[in-house]
Nanobody, 127 residues
């Protein structure tokens, strides 16, 4: 069964840090662009960041630029989202998604293009 699994969520105080991981099961991530999304209660799912298959292209939502960093370790079949200077408004369920692609620099422009989704990991930023 092909799936991605998120981990690393939890409760953190404002200003703190967390690192989320997205691991693949049943396939290798090096053929996929990976996106991170989040969904807060009562809100639409929004894109947070994306990293291309090669890792050479990344993008970020304006709300997280300068605070979040996406990276990948294809040898470990894992993509990471390092989240620093966390704010209460970052509270949400975070999802990773995988999009198969032959391009090393491609990142999907919408969430509807992704092939596989994880079940999500809860991030709560609160004092």
């Amino acid at each position: 069964q092909l799936q991605v699994v998120e981990s690393g969520g939890g409760l953190v105080q404002p200003g703190g840090s967390l690192r989320l991981s997205c691991a693949a099961s049943g396939f290798t991530l090096d053929h996929y662009a990976i996106g991170w999304f989040r969904q807060a209660p009562g809100k639409e799912r929004e894109g947070v960041s994306c990293i291309s298959r090669s890792g050479g292209s990344t993008n970020y939502a304006d709300s997280v630029k300068g605070r979040f960093t996406i990276s990948r370790d294809n040898a470990k079949n894992t993509v990471y989202l390092q989240m620093n200077s966390l704010k209460p408004e970052d509270t949400a369920v975070y999802y990773c998604a995988a999009k198969g692609t032959g391009s090393g620099s491609y990142c999907p422009s919408t969430r509807y293009e992704y092939d596989y989704w994880g079940q999500g990991t809860q991030v709560t930023v609160s004092s």
